[in-house]
């Protein structure tokens, strides 16, 4: 009797602590970050680095702390993990702290925004990011009518002051001289801080013209097989494509499918990838790179101004005679000025070393753009700022591909070919971005 008695407890306790839900809970989180059945039996060590971040993130949703943060959780995710994660913190039975630069994610789940700007925190309660957009530019005038209109308060009163103030009204003056000195007091006469009145300039990326290359195709692969250990199975079989003058191409597939290994594999820098086939280049081929890992590969130790100068300067496609200043006005129009390029790497936060990663970019002439998510780790700004740079770049002679989650970024670039990796292989198209592309994707997960 004391035995089931003791077992009853236990089933109790079990069931309140929601034992039997558990599986279930599980199996929805993991669904919602894209996992299937079947991948629950698998370790960890079998999926690429970006399931690998889901499958932390899904173990810390889990968790349910009462306080949840999260700092940039949508970098490794595609658009249908995102979709099912702004709608989990949406309805998350807790405190959420969100760092992120996604505004789809924001807008899907925040229900106020606290801004750091110029040293300063301000307060947006109730509000998504549109209208946390539209209430910041609301202050701002106000702010503005409020100072102008105290600034003509003033000069009103100063003037009777001047005007009476040893006359027959200097009674009156007086009064007018106490007034003046009390809106002095309570900072009426101050103009509005800084915070709520400047207007953030969107950072601009201004990328030299491509130089001409010869011929029609920049690169290409025929026959390929793609892998990174010649005595595993390639991870991308018999991929044969073209990259053209003037194409911008977006690859697109779930983590894990072979987007990076294929990028890699085009940018040629990485010994026996290509496993079977070959690569061809353009003998005028001009390469541009840009990684979601360059900005933390960096040296450490190297001022930011010294960085981007020396890897102007160097490399047979370099140019000598770029100087100190050349790198520090394509910091500052990304909004990195002051003594900030003067700054160490290591004293750089996150979205300011991608910045110093982008002027690196900016300062070489390439035919060839590639970049590989490149709005991780990157502002709402530093996003805009460079898909108007690659919207407005190419003309007849420069191509971009690019991979990409980040629906707006993409949508601003204006891509005039989609390929999708899927089962091992490449379906290249040519057309432009629909609502279809950013649909769940039915592929592997697996490295």
Not at 254 to 268: D, I, V
Request: proline fraction near 4%; hydrophobic fraction near 40%; charge should be negative.
């Amino acid at each position: 009797t004391e035995a089931l008695e003791d077992l009853a407890a236990a089933q109790e306790d079990f069931e309140a602590l929601g034992g039997y839900e558990q599986e279930q809970l599980v199996d929805t989180v993991l669904k919602g970050l894209g996992f299937t059945p079947e991948d629950s039996d698998l370790p960890c060590s079998d999926f690429s680095g970006g399931w690998q971040m889901r499958i932390a993130l899904a173990r810390l949703l889990l968790s349910k702390p009462s306080l949840l943060l999260l700092d940039e959780p949508s970098n490794h995710l595609d658009s249908a993990a995102k979709d099912w994660l702004g709608r989990y913190i949406s309805k998350y039975d807790g405190t959420v702290v969100l760092v992120s630069h996604d505004v789809a994610l924001m807008d899907a789940s925040v229900n106020s925004i606290a801004e750091i700007t110029a040293g300063t925190l301000l307060e947006y309660r109730s509000c998504s990011y549109h209208r946390y957009l539209e209430e910041k530019e609301f202050r701002a005038q106000s702010a503005q009518a409020e100072y102008a209109k105290n600034l003509e308060e003033a000069a009103n009163l100063q003037a009777f002051i001047d005007k009476f103030g040893a006359g027959t009204k200097s009674k009156s003056a007086q009064s007018r001289v106490k007034a003046l000195e009390k809106m002095k007091r309570e900072g009426r006469l101050d103009p509005p801080p800084v915070a709520v009145v400047q207007n953030v300039r969107i950072p601009q990326l201004v990328l030299p013209p491509p130089p001409k290359p010869h011929g029609e195709i920049l690169l290409s692969l025929e026959g390929a097989s793609i892998g990174y250990d010649p005595a595993e199975e390639p991870l991308l079989k018999n991929i044969s494509m073209e990259i053209p003058r003037g194409m911008k191409l977006l690859l697109r597939g779930p983590n894990g499918a072979g987007k990076s290994t294929l990028l890699k594999a085009l940018r040629g820098n990485v010994e026996h990838m290509i496993q079977e086939g070959k690569r061809v280049e353009n003998e005028r081929l001009k390469l541009g790179v840009f990684t979601q890992d360059l900005a933390q590969e960096l040296d450490k130790d190297a001022t930011a101004v010294d960085l981007v100068t020396s890897y102007a300067r160097e490399g047979s496609d370099g140019d000598i005679t770029v100087s100190d200043q050349d790198a520090r006005d394509v910091m500052g129009r990304l909004n990195l000025g002051g003594e900030k390029p003067l700054r160490k790497i290591a004293a750089l936060s996150g979205g300011e070393k991608a910045r110093v990663a982008l002027s690196m970019f900016a300062l070489k002439a390439s035919n060839l753009l590639m970049l590989d998510e490149p709005s991780n780790h990157l502002d709402v700004g530093c996003i805009q700022g460079l898909a108007n740079a690659l919207s407005g770049w190419g003309g007849k002679d420069g191509a971009v591909v690019v991979i990409s989650h980040d629906r707006e970024f993409c949508e601003k670039v204006g891509f005039t070919h989609v390929g999708t990796v899927t089962n091992g292989g490449l379906v290249l198209e040519q057309r432009s971005l629909r609502d279809g592309d950013w649909e769940q994707y039915e592929i592997s997960k697996l490295a």
